[in-house]
C-alpha cells in the first residue's frame, strides 16, 4: 500500500511530460543580460577603465590617414652661444645676450623600428639681436621613442641634421668670427628630449640644443659658428 501511494499516478507522468515548456520573456532575457553586462563593467577598476581607454585612443591614432597623423608644434625660446661645441658640452660655453624665440611644426614620416621614427621639421625662429634676423631651419631627425619608463614620464630622444638659413648674417657670429668666416645658410644640427606626464601625453616639455656650422669648412670654409640651447612647450596631435 505505502509503494502504490509513492509512485505517481501514470496519468499523471503522461500529463508532466506533454506540458509545454514555455521560455522566459524576450524583455526578462534582456534584462538579464543588462544586469550581467552591467555587473561586470562594475566590478572592472579604475585601471582597467584607463587601460581600455588608452587601448581605445591608440586604435583610433593608427587608424587614422597618414596626412593627418603624427603632426607636433612646439614653441620655445634660448639664449645664443658662439663657443665651440666642445666647450659648450664641458658646460664652460659662454652665452651672450642675444635671445632667440621660435616655432617648429614637425611630422612623423615613417616609422623605422619598433622604437624610432624618421620625422621631418620646418623651423621660424626669431633671433633678437641689433639685426633681428629670421632663421629658416629645415631639418629631418631621427627620433627615440616608448622606453620602458614611460608609465613615470614619456620621453623622446631626438638627433636631425640638415640646413638653416637667415635673413641676414646673425650678429653674434658677426661680432665672434670674421666676415669671411660666416655665412647665412649654414648645416644646422639638432637634439632634443622632450618629456610628457602619461595622462597627458599631448602635451611635453622641449628642451633643445641647435648649432649652425660650416661643417669643417664644408659651407663656405666655416667651421665653428653659433649654438642656441632652448627650452619650450610641444604639443602632439
Given amino acids: 500500500m505505502t509503494r502504490m501511494l509513492n509512485e505517481p499516478h501514470p496519468f499523471a507522468q503522461d500529463m508532466a511530460q506533454s506540458a509545454p515548456v514555455r521560455p522566459p520573456a524576450a524583455g526578462k532575457v534582456s534584462q538579464t543580460n543588462a544586469e550581467k553586462t552591467h555587473g561586470r563593467a562594475s566590478r572592472a577598476g579604475p585601471d582597467d577603465r584607463a587601460t581600455k581607454a588608452a587601448a581605445s585612443a591608440k586604435e583610433t591614432s593608427s587608424t587614422k590617414p597618414w596626412i593627418k597623423s603624427g603632426w607636433a608644434i612646439s614653441v620655445y625660446g634660448g639664449t645664443v652661444s658662439t663657443s665651440d661645441t666642445s666647450s659648450i658640452f664641458a658646460g664652460s660655453g659662454e652665452f651672450g645676450d642675444a635671445e632667440v624665440i621660435g616655432v617648429a611644426v614637425s611630422k612623423t614620416i615613417v616609422r623605422l623600428l619598433e622604437h624610432l621614427k624618421l620625422e621631418g621639421e620646418l623651423q621660424v625662429n626669431r633671433h633678437l639681436d641689433r639685426y633681428d634676423t629670421w632663421e629658416f631651419v629645415a631639418v629631418p631627425k631621427f627620433t627615440f621613442y616608448d622606453f620602458p619608463w614611460d608609465d613615470t614620464v614619456v620621453t623622446t630622444f631626438s638627433l636631425g ?6 635673413d641676414r648674417l646673425l650678429a ?13 645658410l649654414l648645416n644646422f644640427l639638432m637634439l632634443e628630449a622632450t618629456f610628457a606626464l602619461p595622462e597627458h601625453d599631448q602635451w611635453a616639455l622641449d628642451i633643445r640644443y641647435h648649432h649652425r656650422s660650416g661643417v669643417f669648412g664644408t659651407f663656405s670654409d666655416v667651421t665653428e659658428a653659433s649654438t642656441v640651447l632652448a627650452i619650450g612647450l610641444r604639443h602632439n596631435f
Fill in 161 to 166: 641634421s640638415g640646413l638653416s638659413y637667415t
Fill in 172 to 184: 653674434a657670429e658677426v661680432d665672434t668670427h670674421s666676415r669671411s668666416d660666416v655665412n647665412r
